[in-house]
Nanobody, 124 residues
Framework: QVQLVESGGGLVQTGGSLRLSCVTS????????MGWFRQAPGKEREFVAT????????YYSDSVKGRFTISRDNAKNTVYLQMNSLKPEDTAVYYC?????????????????WGQGTQVTVSS
C-alpha cells in the first residue's frame, strides 16, 4: 500500500521558516519524481516545486522561487520542502505527491499518489 505522510507544518510569522517532510512507503521512491503542491482556502490547488528521481532537476513556481528549496533523500524515502522568508500568501495546506515516472512535472494531473496535507499558516 502506497502512503505519503507530510509533516512539519505549523504557524509562523512573516519572514520565518519551516521545513516540510514527506515520508513515503510502499513504493520504489528513488524511481519517481516528487512534487509539492498547495491549496489555499477558496482557491484551486497549485504547483509549488518538483524534483526528478535523480535529484538533478528541480522546478519552482515563480511565487516561491528563491525562497523555497525542494530536496530528497532516497535512502530515507523522503522529500523535503525548505521554506524561507515566508509570506502570508504562502498560507495553505501543502501536499506532497508522486509522479509516476522519473521526470518532474508542474502539472498536478501527472501525479498519482498524494498525501493528506499539512497546514502552513503565516501570520502578518
Amino acid at each position: 500500500q502506497v502512503q505519503l505522510v507530510e509533516s512539519g507544518g505549523g504557524l509562523v510569522q512573516t519572514g520565518g521558516s519551516l521545513r516540510l517532510s514527506c515520508v513515503t512507503s510502499g513504493l520504489t521512491f528513488s524511481s519517481y519524481a516528487m512534487g509539492w503542491f498547495r491549496q489555499a482556502p477558496g482557491k484551486e490547488r497549485e504547483f509549488v516545486a518538483t524534483i526528478s528521481a535523480n535529484e538533478r532537476t528541480t522546478y519552482y513556481s515563480d511565487s516561491v522561487k528563491g525562497r523555497f528549496t525542494i530536496s530528497r533523500d532516497n535512502a530515507k524515502n523522503t522529500v523535503y520542502l525548505q521554506m524561507n522568508s515566508l509570506k502570508p500568501e504562502d498560507t495553505a495546506v501543502y501536499y506532497c505527491a508522486r509522479r509516476y515516472i522519473a521526470l518532474p512535472s508542474t502539472n498536478s494531473g501527472y501525479y498519482d499518489y498524494w498525501g493528506q496535507g499539512t497546514q502552513v499558516t503565516v501570520s502578518s
